[in-house]
T-cell receptor, first 111, second 112 residues
């Protein structure tokens, strides 16, 4: 069975304190790994897609990396506006397009 | 602007009632999805449709029904058979496999 585990469940950082969020996965065959940001009461917002081990993508203070077993979302010098829940999801190879999500990591950044 | 519209934003259901949540997209995406989100549970797939007039059950389809008569629309009905319907419901679409989803803003359903 495909599984996605995110850790830690919650993370509190001081503004400017860099850290990483982890997403480990067990799938039969990975087509893609997706990161989303979700603010309270709103729909998730797409951040990155990673397709193969060794791939990296960056956007402002965020950098996503992928290995054969896990992905990391690195946050450099976070600001309070980076506070949100970060969701990781996997899509397996084959004709099916559905995503399997982890439970998310709630990030709080204190000024 | 292209996007996904979910309505209503808030919905209240009485015991024994069926209610329908609306999801419309103007992105010309082929695939559409319904997820349920509960605190601490993450997003769980209810139903999905990869093409008009075809849909498949997800992981938690019991007590729900869908239709896909038009490419733009994928309504979800929460039936009286769903014993614990209070949750945040999210609709999404994607152009094809290998691409990320675009999500709507969600409908919060509460049983009263």
């Amino acid at each position: 069975e495909d599984q996605v585990t995110q850790s830690p469940e919650a993370l509190r950082l001081q503004e400017g304190e860099s850290s990483s969020l982890n997403c480990s996965y067990t799938v039969s065959g990975l087509r893609g790994l997706f990161w989303y940001r979700q603010d309270p009461g709103k729909g998730p917002e797409f951040l990155f897609t990673l397709y193969s081990a060794g791939e990296e993508k960056e956007k402002e203070r965020l950098k996503a990396t992928l290995t054969k077993k896990e992905s990391f979302l690195h946050i450099t010098a976070p600001k309070p506006e980076d506070s949100a829940t970060y969701l990781c999801a996997v899509q397996i190879t084959g004709a099916n397009s559905k995503l399997t999500f982890g439970k998310g990591i709630t990030l709080s950044v204190r000024p | 602007d292209g996007g996904i519209t979910q309505s209503p934003k808030y919905l209240f259901r009485k015991e024994g009632q069926n209610v329908t949540l609306s999801c419309e997209q103007n992105l010309n995406h082929d695939a559409m999805y319904w997820y349920r989100q509960d605190p601490g549970q993450g997003l769980r797939l209810i139903y999905y449709s990869q093409i008009v007039n075809d849909f498949q059950k997800g992981d938690i389809a019991e007590g729900y029904s869908v239709s896909r008569e038009k490419k733009e629309s994928f309504p979800l009905t929460v039936t009286s058979a769903q014993k614990n319907p209070t949750a945040f419901y999210l609709c999404a679409s994607s152009i094809s496999a290998g691409n990320g989803y675009t999500f709507g803003s969600g409908t919060r359903l509460t049983v009263v």
